[in-house]
């Protein structure tokens, strides 16, 4: 009787465990290539403040009048906050520029590696890059 419940036991931590969705970390070099950097300024547009990386997007005008989405991946938030960035330093509206590694399948996403504001304050810069708060 005691294997017998063990086995059980066994198999409801499985049944569990794999019932549990995957939640799969890529290495940055995976998605973005750092031989194409980009630099955007444009109107911070939205903010997704979630793990596993935080998203921004910003608004940027073509030459042409158009207006273009590009997408920014970061740090997760713990990460950030304990750099001392926090969600309240990304305001709607703002005018910012963006440094970073375009996607590899060429849309207008990126890493955001340096966010400057327009008045110069560089909120988040890579880790060992001298980011000011």
């Given at each position: 009787m005691p294997g017998r419940l063990l086995a059980t036991l066994i198999l409801g931590a499985g049944l569990l465990i794999a019932g549990q969705p995957l939640v799969a970390h890529h290495s940055e070099t995976a998605e973005y290539d750092n031989t194409r950097?980009?630099?955007?300024?444009?109107?911070?547009?939205?903010?997704?403040w979630?793990?596993?990386h935080v998203w921004f997007y910003v608004d940027v005008k073509e030459a042409d009048g158009s207006v273009a989405t590009w997408g920014f991946s970061t740090a997760p938030p713990g990460?950030?906050?304990?750099?001392?960035?926090n969600k309240t330093v990304f305001k709607?509206?703002?005018?910012?520029?963006?440094?970073?590694s375009r996607a590899r399948d060429?849309?207008?996403?990126?890493?955001g590696r340096r966010v400057t504001f327009a008045d110069g304050r560089n909120v988040m810069?890579?880790?060992?890059?001298?980011a000011e708060r």
């Open positions: 950097p980009v630099k955007v300024t444009g109107i911070l547009k939205k903010v997704e979630q793990n596993p990460s950030l906050m304990r750099r001392g960035i709607i509206g703002e005018v910012v520029n963006v440094e970073g060429g849309s207008n996403n990126a890493s810069t890579a880790p060992g890059e001298g």
